[in-house]
């Protein structure tokens, strides 16, 4: 089976997702949830969000995409996307995309699922997420959390945009 690409990231209603190289809030049930999807899949990130980190993501494949980062311990560096997919999809059955912002652009066409925390509030910042269209996506799943709500959508396909032709041809029988 082919390997899963998910786009995670945390923002608010008008795309916020950074501050001066960090995450702008700090929300425990965010992060613990966070945790919880991704340990033991993949987890694809750009350079300076891996610096923001500072260390590898424990439990998980760490793939970080660089072109001027050298060999690092506990983490996979790719110099460009599909290599990078290429490493997750080895791994397993599921990579998750975590930003920041270089990385949700270039991965936006090609994700098949977005896990989105919608962050309540408002907020400093400097980085934001790249503009898309919520169209484009089926929300699958949605629950309320404190100070967030999360969401799942999955990517909707020629099909799905075409819901009067039938999935399967006719029995004609
Ligand atoms: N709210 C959230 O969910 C969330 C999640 C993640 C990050 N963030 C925030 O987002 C901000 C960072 O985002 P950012 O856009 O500045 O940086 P980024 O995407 O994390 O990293 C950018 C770097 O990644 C490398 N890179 C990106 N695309 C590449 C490609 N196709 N091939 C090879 N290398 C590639 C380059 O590294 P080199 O320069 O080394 O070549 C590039 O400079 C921070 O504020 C962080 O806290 C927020």
């Not at 460009?80 to 059955?93: F, Q, V």
């Not at 990517?155 to 999935?167: E, F, I, Q, T």
Request: aromatic share 8%.
């Amino acid at each position: 089976m082919e390997s899963q690409k998910i786009i995670l990231v945390a923002m608010t209603e008008d795309r916020l997702i950074g501050r001066e190289g960090r995450i702008p809030w700090h929300i425990p049930e965010e992060l613990q949830l966070f945790r919880e999807l991704t340990v033991g899949h993949a987890v694809l990130m750009g350079r300076r969000t891996f610096e923001s980190i500072g260390r590898p993501l424990p439990e998980r494949r760490n793939i970080v995409l660089s072109r001027t980062l050298g060999p690092t311990p506990g983490v996979i560096v790719c110099v460009d996307l599909r290599k990078g997919l290429a490493e997750g999809a080895a791994h397993g059955s599921k990579t998750f995309i975590i930003g920041g912002r270089q990385v949700y652009r270039e991965a936006l066409p090609i994700a098949d699922f977005m896990r989105i925390s919608w962050i309540s509030g408002h907020y400093a910042g400097d980085v934001y997420f790249p503009p898309f269209s919520l169209s484009d996506w089926e929300e699958i799943d949605s629950r309320d959390r404190t100070g967030f709500r999360h969401a799942t959508y999955r990517r909707r396909n020629g099909d799905a945009k075409h819901p009067d032709h039938p999935p399967c041809s006719p029995d004609l029988r």
